[in-house]
């Protein structure tokens, strides 16, 4: 064999192992990647969040979950007969301040809302700081409508005011309500339009904020995105 032939054998061993030192390093990489993105995702399940809760309203309502408190979310509950605890559940959405907003109908009589509120996990809290909320006069805020009280959807009008007690649950003329906790009070807002209000419709709301930031998807993306082209880059500065 000459001396050209065994540099030649020599060059062609070397490009071999290299090939395959690259091809392990992109794999490798790969491999990282998937592996950071699924873990990413199991996490975000995992932290998923569901609001569930028993209320009513005298006399009637709807109730939305949103991730803007200027703008009616999505509807998740609605009931027309105070005497009956109407049930709720709904997802929220990671990473931002989701807003429980309750639209109240009274046709007639006292008009009162009543509820008792939990969250699944603790990657949110409701505005006293943990997973539960009752109705009561320090978390939610509360303003008139508009003198409308037909019972269908009504244009959301963001309640900035305060709210007033009318007792806790179990008090005249309502009664006990099945299923809300005996701390939680009848609520109504507390301005000069809504109190003693017979025929109208009041909003109340109250804010959910999250514990931790849950990487958005397009977070997720770039960052894998960001591994292999690194791999590329390594991968070529290997072959040179």
Do not use: H
Not at 61 to 82: D, K, M, P, R
Not at 136 to 143: E, M, S, Y
């Amino acid at each position: 064999m000459t001396l050209s032939s065994v540099k030649i054998e020599s060059q062609l061993k070397e490009e071999v192992s290299m090939s395959i030192a690259r091809n392990y390093m992109f794999r490798k990489l790969a491999v990282v990647t998937l592996t950071v993105l699924a873990s990413i995702a199991i996490v975000n399940c995992a932290q998923a969040t569901t609001i569930n809760g028993n209320m009513t309203v005298d006399n009637a309502f709807y109730a939305y979950v949103s991730t803007n408190n200027a703008v009616l979310g999505t509807l998740v509950a609605s009931g027309n007969s105070w005497p009956t605890t109407f049930s709720l559940s709904a997802a929220l959405t990671p990473g931002v301040t989701n807003y429980l907003q309750i639209v109240a109908i009274n046709y007639g009589g006292p008009g009162a809302f009543i509820g008792d509120f939990s969250l699944s996990g603790t990657g949110f809290q409701f505005a006293n700081g943990s997973q539960n909320l009752l109705t009561d006069t320090t978390n939610w805020a509360g303003g008139y409508n508009s003198s409308n009280s037909s019972v269908a959807p009504q244009p959301w009008v963001v309640p900035a005011g305060g709210v007033y007690s009318q007792g806790a649950n179990g008090v005249g003329p309502w009664g006990t309500v099945s299923g809300v906790s005996s701390s939680a009070l009848w609520i109504w807002p507390s301005d000069t339009n809504s109190t003693g209000c017979g025929f109208c419709t009041v909003d109340f709301s109250t804010a959910i904020t999250p514990t931790s930031v849950t990487p958005e998807p397009g977070t997720m993306i770039l960052f894998g995105s960001g591994i292999l082209g690194l791999a590329g880059v390594l991968r070529r500065k290997i072959s040179l």
